[in-house]
């Protein structure tokens, strides 16, 4: 058993939903590197995500090994993006990393992290060298969601760079202090300025457990990350809705010039069905895009908690 004494200089956050196999690997590999870059002065929060096989009883295993492993325990599955924010407001370190237990984030990127913020960057982000350990629609909807959402955000998000970084001290209270309930983090950081860079890794393949996100999720996330970043999708309907009405109105003035010269001649129920199929359809898209920002607007109304804890490992009476 190592006991813990000095105070973190670097603390690293791990998510956790089911991952029982996969605490005792990750210390196992990630235990000699943060030896190596920071001495004993580490720690490693696990942020139990509403498990429901033992992956808090691998995660009190640990701590048992070593006092610099501490845990929340959330009340249930709030997501990883909250898991996330719950880590960010329990670590003590000058530096945090967030990092996935399923090492797909090679743990030895965190000494090039650890060099780069000791030169002076406030967020160091992995970025991922290729997407060889994706498949191609994983690859291809990325790529797209990317572009999508660097177009329409006014927050540029650093392609192929996940949660997998470097945060200051400084960066995590910002992010702390931000009082919104949709925690799209990879907004938030991008938000949040400060001199970033990038380090480039290789993204290995998942080795233990499943991954725990389907394309249903990862929509929903995109969707998060754009309606929280960007109101263009809100605003381009005044727009489309402006060209449409001239356009008709050019064509309201070639009808009557037609009729006028050539006589009445009103055959056109395939364009009337087409028009109003076509606008038809528009005006449900559009009501589509108010209905999510005002879900949201709902969700920060009612300003419950992002997450609630159940549990703490490894804090003192009156910490944390
Ligand atoms: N995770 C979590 N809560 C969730 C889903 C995932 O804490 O609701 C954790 C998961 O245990 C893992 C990390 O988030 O440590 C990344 O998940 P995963 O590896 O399944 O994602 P992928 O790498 O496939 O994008
Ligand atoms: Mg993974």
Do not use: C
Not at 86 to 107: F, K, S, T
Not at 128 to 141: C, M
Not at 283 to 293: F, T, W
């Amino acid at each position: 058993m190592v006991e813990a004494e000095a105070p973190p200089v670097l603390s690293v956050i791990v998510p956790v939903k089911d991952e029982e196999a996969g605490i005792a690997p990750f210390m196992r590999r990630i235990a000699p590197i943060l030896d190596r870059v920071a001495g004993s002065a580490w720690e490693v929060l696990f942020v139990d995500d509403g498990s429901t096989d033992a992956t808090l009883a691998a995660i009190l295993a640990a701590h048992a090994d070593d006092a610099r492993v501490r845990a929340i325990s959330l009340s249930r599955n709030f997501g990883k993006e909250a898991a996330l924010s719950a880590g960010l407001d329990h670590v003590r370190g000058d530096a945090v990393i967030p990092i996935d237990v399923d090492m797909q984030d090679p743990p030895e990127v965190i000494a090039e992290m650890v060099v780069r913020w000791r030169e002076g960057h406030e967020v160091v982000y992995g970025v991922r060298r290729d997407r060889r350990s994706d498949s191609l629609p994983k690859r291809l909807t990325a790529d797209l969601y990317y572009r999508a959402h660097n177009w329409l955000s006014a927050d540029k998000i650093p392609e192929h760079a996940g949660d997998f970084r470097l945060l200051d001290r400084r960066v995590v209270e910002v992010i702390r202090r931000m009082p919104e309930r949709n925690r799209f983090m990879k907004g938030l950081f991008a938000w949040s300025g400060f001199r970033q860079s990038g380090v480039e890794y290789e993204r290995a393949e998942r080795t233990v457990g499943t991954t725990k996100f389907n394309y249903w999720k990862l929509w929903r996330l995109a969707i998060d990350g754009i309606t929280s970043g960007s109101t263009v999708p809100l605003r381009v309907w005044s727009y489309l809705g402006a060209s449409v009405a001239l356009l008709a109105l050019l064509y309201a003035g070639v009808v009557v010039l037609r009729t006028l010269l050539f006589g009445r001649d009103m055959p056109g129920y395939p364009s009337l069905m087409v028009a109003v199929l076509f606008l038809g359809g528009v005006q449900l898209i559009s009501l589509g895009v108010l209905g999510e920002y005002i879900g949201r607007i709902l969700v920060e109304v009612k300003g419950r908690p992002i997450y609630v804890v159940r549990e703490t490992i490894g804090f003192e009476e009156g910490q944390g």
